[in-house]
């Protein structure tokens, strides 16, 4: 059986994997890690050189430029405008683009480290052993983090057993890959197809179904495609593309963007510019997703929760209750045969507490007071927040 080998940093530990912070961070692909480009991108800001802002943060210039030069080539965005000559030799400025991504990303890392900061404050309840030095790696789909469920599921884990658990946010074929490389021990996504697949080539030990919500159809509210009069989300989907309205796309490969392009599929629809966007920073999530496209009075499917949390104007729900837009989320432990140095064992343990009732209880509560509905339905019923909306298609 091949297993994977450890993937070491600069300093020789295993990348990503036993570190004690707790820190939400957010991937754009195993080569561009979202922190450290935008880091850089804001050091230009200040220095006006991408020289510069590589030395203050201890890079190469030539692994700085191969980071930006990624970036650009995985968002489809150029980031540089650079200077040549001059009194200082030249420089570097952001583009546009750049100076809105990184606005967006600004804005995006306000959100979720104020839902993660709560994990710093934390501590086991009395008589717990504090395993804090051993944080487990949870790559979780962004959803779930940027609403704040993730954060306070593992803040509750914590208190109650002295296990910490570190969340990495990433769309759900990225958050895969990490688990497959051996960089997370326990994975949560909402990609079915792509679970089983996963489970099934031996990289987990098991698909323990969590929560679930649902996928909505949005879009301006005047809805010149028709959507409201739809019968069903293939069918609204054949509307938008009929009369070429705006739609917006992660295109992440997460399981947002995943569903989206397996309803495109049965529409019998090959989506394509220009009416059809995928947005340069869908990996950030759905919520930064559905500003911009409340912005540019586009379409696009995101999940209720997201929806919700989001509080963009501009934007309606159109389309609801479709089966097919059933949203359900599984927690995947790595398997130890694959990924020798998983915690297994802890990630089982974080199952075993966010499958029973203290988890599902949290989940079943989440969102309520401020929503006035949760945004998560847990996957038991003992979690007792009943059922979210099904049979017929709702429209707004």
């Not at 790696?137 to 959803?143: D, H, N």
């Not at 031996?202 to 698909?207: F, I, K, M």
């Not at 159809?217 to 054949?238: M, N």
């Amino acid at each position: 059986m091949n297993r994977v080998r450890a993937r070491t940093g600069s300093d020789g530990e295993v990348a990503g994997l036993g570190d004690p912070g707790y820190r939400v961070l957010l991937t754009l692909g195993d080569d561009v890690p979202a922190d450290r480009l935008f880091a850089l991108l804001e050091a230009i800001v200040r220095l006006g050189s991408l020289n510069r802002a590589a030395a203050e943060l201890g890079m190469s210039y030539r692994h700085a430029w191969g980071l930006v030069r990624r970036a650009e080539g995985r968002l489809n965005v150029r980031l540089l405008d650079r200077r040549v000559g001059g009194p200082e030799g030249g420089g570097a400025d952001l583009t546009p683009a750049a100076q809105d991504l990184l606005a967006r990303y600004r804005q995006f890392r306000a959100e979720v480290e104020g839902h993660a900061g709560v994990l710093a404050g934390q501590a086991p309840a009395p008589g717990r052993p504090d395993r804090r030095e051993r944080a487990l790696v949870l790559a979780s789909t962004i959803g779930p983090v940027e609403v704040g469920l993730v954060p306070a599921l593992a803040a509750a884990f914590l208190q109650e057993t002295g296990i910490a658990v570190r969340p990495v946010a990433a769309g759900s074929g990225q958050a895969l890959d990490m688990a497959r490389e051996g960089r997370a021990d326990l994975v949560l996504s909402h990609a079915p197809r792509q679970e089983e697949a996963f489970v099934a080539a031996g990289h987990g030990t098991g698909r323990f179904p969590v929560m679930y919500n649902d996928f909505v159809l949005v879009g301006p509210p005047d809805d010149p495609a028709g959507v409201r009069d739809a019968g069903s989300a293939v069918d609204a989907l054949r509307r938008i593309a009929q009369c070429r309205a705006p739609f917006r796309s992660r295109g992440d490969r997460s399981g947002t963007h995943v569903r989206e392009l397996e309803l495109w599929r049965a529409a019998g629809v090959r989506p394509d510019a220009p009416w059809y966007q995928v947005d340069p920073l869908g990996a950030m999530g759905s919520v930064q997703m559905l500003r911009e496209a409340a912005r540019l009075g586009s379409y696009t499917l995101a999940d209720r929760a997201a929806f919700l949390t989001a509080g963009v104007e501009g934007l309606a729900v159109l389309l609801a209750g479709d089966p097919a837009l059933r949203n359900e989320f599984s927690l995947i432990p790595v398997s130890p045969l694959r990924v020798p140095w998983a915690r297994h064992e802890e990630a089982a343990a974080f199952v075993r507490w966010a499958t029973g009732p203290r988890g599902q209880a949290l989940i079943a509560g989440f969102g309520k007071d401020r929503h006035g509905e949760p945004l998560f339905f847990p996957a038991t019923p003992a979690g007792g927040a009943g059922t979210p909306p099904a049979g017929p298609v709702r429209r707004a």
